[in-house]
């Protein structure tokens, strides 16, 4: 199980951000406003953080360790801004067994130029 | 600015997590199939930790520090599950400054009885 990798891969779309803001109640206009953004030290509209993060939770739950996971933990640095269109590749890696199915796992998402945007790690239980 | 707290409140229903499961790609049997849910730890479904940590992004961009936030990091321990219909209250609290605009913040979000289904923190520049 140690050093086992998965991943998957998702283009950001406005209407993605579009619908996560209406379901998680951000609505920034950093997000959603194109004026607002344009004068913002990014210079154009940014995705949601957790709506990028969430792709992490994804491969978690889908591949790796898979259906019966447990999240215990989750810690997100975000290094750079992720704009609309960007294909965000969200990849895991299983560091080490804590305690007996409980595994600590390497987190992070890249972009399409393989910047890292976001890196941290997870704690999840195996059930 | 230290001390200084601010709130969300949002119920959380099946639609939510099923809109959630379709934008994150999480689509974990846990949080849609009942049958698989019932014979699972939790009894039930649960809500994907992700769309309930994304309450917490939605008080710090919308309410405190509020617009022009940027995300620099976020931890989340997720402590309890959180059901469908459960009304989750985000809550953040400005803990200290770092460095000049870069604020720890604490987070936590709570259930309608009380219990906090996740803790943690993030660090928030105010731009």
């Given at each position: 199980m140690i050093g086992k990798k998965a991943s998957i891969t998702k283009v950001i779309s406005e209407a993605d951000v579009e619908k996560f803001a209406e379901l998680s109640?951000?609505?920034n206009p950093i997000h959603l406003d194109e004026e607002y953004a344009e004068k913002s030290v990014f210079g154009k509209k940014i995705a949601h953080g957790f709506l990028v993060g969430s792709l992490i939770s994804a491969v978690i739950a889908?591949?790796?360790?898979?259906?019966?996971s447990i999240y215990l933990k989750q810690e997100m640095n975000f290094k750079r801004p992720v704009f609309l269109g960007d294909e965000i590749t969200a990849e895991v890696e299983i560091l080490e067994e804590i305690k007996p199915s409980v595994f600590r796992i390497g987190t992070k998402c890249t972009n399409q130029s393989g910047d890292i945007v976001i890196d941290g790690f997870a704690v999840i239980k195996k059930g």
């Open positions: 109640l951000d609505i889908n591949k790796l360790p898979g259906y019966g």
